[in-house]
């Protein structure tokens, strides 16, 4: 097993999410590779050094590219606010790197083109942390939908609830609070949660064609915590859109921070000829399927518990009837993309895939302000296009 150096960008939850999985992938996967938490990086030096000092990173330093520089790095991962994303991974790229970036990918799609360019030139392995297609309910999902088990299929609808943002009295920007300020996120709800739905529809659906959407800002303003003025807030707040894959399905999705008795409810069900399923994060260790082959008198709504050694990652954990939970996720993602990594490979979703995402959330930000209906291009065709933006 060899040492795989790792420089984390950032402090906050995700690189909580992220360092937590490096330090423990070890423990439950047999792997080519022993991630090493070797140096952190971060603004905040005093914060930094507390963060080092309880993951066990050797090193805190204050600007990124000292990491992209060193010899003693082998991977970069971000785990910085959104608007760092891009910079700091086309110079670790060129660098010769590896790098993992927290999603989305860019604040926008001309942002991951130039990712994508950058991680394809130099031809290192990349990941971006999509972290929920690695719930083993939501794998088993895609095992079950890739065996035909559901047919031709007809509808697709997800939702990602919050009820955060809700008081006007809510500052927007810096730490913590930069999901709030557009200029460091992209946008709100689209980029930030409907990006994990887009993801985890695209992966299991196909790709989405086209996009009709409308958003809103509900609270207008806000004091902005950098500058200590009251400021136009230019995120949407709530977004909602319905769609049309291209294997003819119809999908509705729909985002807010608007919800009020709603933390984190993210919700997906897809309808097909045979059979459906349906799957909710606060019950994530389940997987509810209907099949209407099943004989009359006993057919109904199963709920699987994904527990057993035989569901999708579950061999690693612990005994059958035992569940894990949402940090397992990030280490399942780290496992993947160690193993791949080491024979030069990115793990799914790569940077390309990823800017799938940001072509789609892309074009619902610009259906909303144009009330219309927009088309999302193609990631590959892009790449045959050289990286045009444009839509097809
Ligand atoms: C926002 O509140 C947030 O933390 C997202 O940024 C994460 O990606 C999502 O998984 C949970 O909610």
């Given amino acids: 097993m060899r040492n795989l150096n790792i420089g984390m960008v950032g402090y906050g939850f995700m690189g909580r999410t992220h360092s937590n999985a490096f330090a423990q992938v070890n423990h439950f996967f047999d792997l080519p590779f022993r991630p090493v938490l070797k140096a952190v990086c971060a603004r905040n030096a005093a914060r930094a050094e507390a963060f080092a000092a309880r993951w066990g990173y050797g090193t805190v330093v204050a600007d990124w590219r000292q990491l992209v520089e060193s010899p003693d790095i082998d991977l970069i991962d971000i785990a910085s606010p959104n608007d760092t994303h891009a910079e700091i991974a086309i110079a670790a790229a060129k660098a010769g790197k590896m790098v993992t970036c927290e999603k989305p990918l860019g604040r926008n799609a001309a942002e991951a083109e130039a990712m994508v360019q950058a991680v394809e030139a130099a031809g290192v392995p990349n990941s971006v942390w999509y972290n929920y297609r690695r719930v083993p309910a939501v794998t088993l999902a895609k ?127 897809i309808n097909g000829e045979h059979a459906s399923l349906f799957w909710d994060l606060h019950d994530l260790h389940r997987l509810q399927y209907f099949d209407h082959r099943d004989p009359g008198i006993t057919r109904g709504w199963r709920s699987i518990h994904i527990s057993d050694g035989d569901h999708p990652y579950m061999k690693h954990w612990w005994v059958p009837g035992l569940q894990i939970g949402y940090e397992h996720t990030f280490i399942h993602q780290a496992a993947d993309f160690l193993a791949a990594a080491a024979e030069g490979r990115s793990a799914s979703p790569s940077f390309r895939e990823a800017l799938q995402t940001d072509y789609v959330t892309d074009a619902v930000l610009e259906s909303a302000a144009h009330r219309a209906w927009v088309r999302a291009p193609s990631a590959d065709a892009a790449q045959a296009k050289g990286g045009s933006n444009a839509r097809d």
């Fill in 143 to 269: 095992h079950m939908i890739d065996e035909g088990r559901l047919g031709r299929i007809f509808h697709y609808r997800a939702k990602f609830l919050q009820d955060w943002t809700i008081s006007a009295d809510l500052p927007q920007g810096g730490e913590g609070l930069w999901r709030l300020d557009v200029s460091v996120a992209g946008s709100g709800v689209t980029g930030d949660l409907l990006a994990h739905c887009i993801d985890t529809a695209m992966w299991l659906n196909g790709k989405i064609d086209e996009v009709s959407a409308m958003t809103e800002t509900f609270i207008k303003s806000r004091k902005h915590n950098l500058t200590g003025k009251v400021e136009p807030v230019g995120i949407d707040d709530a977004s909602a859109f319905l769609a049309r894959f291209a294997n003819g399905s119809l999908a509705t999705f729909e985002a807010t921070r608007y919800a009020r008795g709603h933390k984190a409810l993210y919700t997906f069900e």
